[in-house]
């Protein structure tokens, strides 16, 4: 029972460069979102999906994309690396709304240098 | 922008003593949730209550909510070891939660 899986654990990236992190839940789950979480600051929203083909702009979206072209995955890509994107990034997904439990991943902590 | 707020940002406890930690916020909410985060892993969902409810239990956690405060208290009873960890609240708004907005956390460690 897989749940939310997030790929890769842990990558180091130069700035510039562009990277994709990727998210696979196997619950059918209709929302899928995407964290970043720096210390001292709680965690953030950066992009958020409420079901395949849909996407929008949660808190922070600058310099992130992400694309929902099926139920399962939830990609989010960096255009091009900067220092300050530097964080441990959290997939989460829920079933419906309205107060459902959000099932996280176990993130991914990137470094930029 | 941080929507919750925790206090007290760090708490140490001995085993066996009850922890209370705190969570204001600012504007209209949905619901509010209570998640769980060990060192080095993901989130854990802990419990939810929604505007219209006062107060909620779940094991040994017990939840309130005052939205006339706009405040939320967390409560463990009979704290363990295990339950070492770092504590957010997250409110949700626009009726749904897929727009959680996270507090900074409390650090809570509890001595053996």
């Known amino acids: 029972n897989a749940g939310v899986t997030q790929t890769p654990k842990f990558q180091v990236l130069k700035t510039g460069q562009s990277m994709t992190l990727q998210c696979a839940q196997d619950?059918?789950?209709?929302?899928m979102s995407w964290y970043r979480q720096d210390p001292g600051m709680g965690l953030r929203l950066i992009h958020y999906?409420?079901?395949?083909?849909?996407?929008d702009q949660g808190e922070v979206p600058n310099g992130y994309n992400v694309s929902r072209s099926t139920t399962e995955d939830f990609p989010l890509r960096l255009l091009s690396a900067a220092p300050s994107q530097t964080s441990v990034y959290f997939c989460?997904?829920?079933?419906?709304?309205?107060?459902?439990?959000?099932?996280f991943g176990e993130g991914s902590w990137l470094t930029v240098v | 922008s941080q929507q919750g707020e925790e206090d007290p940002q760090a708490l140490s406890i001995q085993e066996g003593e009850n922890a209370t930690m705190n969570c204001s916020y600012k504007?209209?909410?949905?619901?509010l949730q209570w998640y769980r985060q060990n060192s080095g892993r993901g989130l854990v969902h802990l419990i939810l209550i929604r505007s219209n409810e006062r107060e909620k239990h779940s094991g040994r956690l017990r939840v309130t909510l005052d939205t006339s405060k706009k405040s939320s208290s967390l409560l463990i009873t009979a704290s363990r070891a295990a339950d070492t960890a770092s504590y957010f609240c997250?409110?949700?708004?626009?009726?749904?939660?897929?727009?959680?907005?996270f507090g900074k956390g409390t650090k809570l460690t509890v001595n053996p």
């Open positions: 989460a997904t829920q079933a419906g709304s309205s107060g459902n439990t959000i099932y």
């Open positions: 504007t209209s909410i949905n619901n």
């Open positions: 999906s409420v079901g395949a083909g849909i996407t």
């Open positions: 997250a409110t949700g708004t626009q009726g749904g939660s897929e727009k959680l907005v």
């Open positions: 619950m059918n789950h209709e929302y």
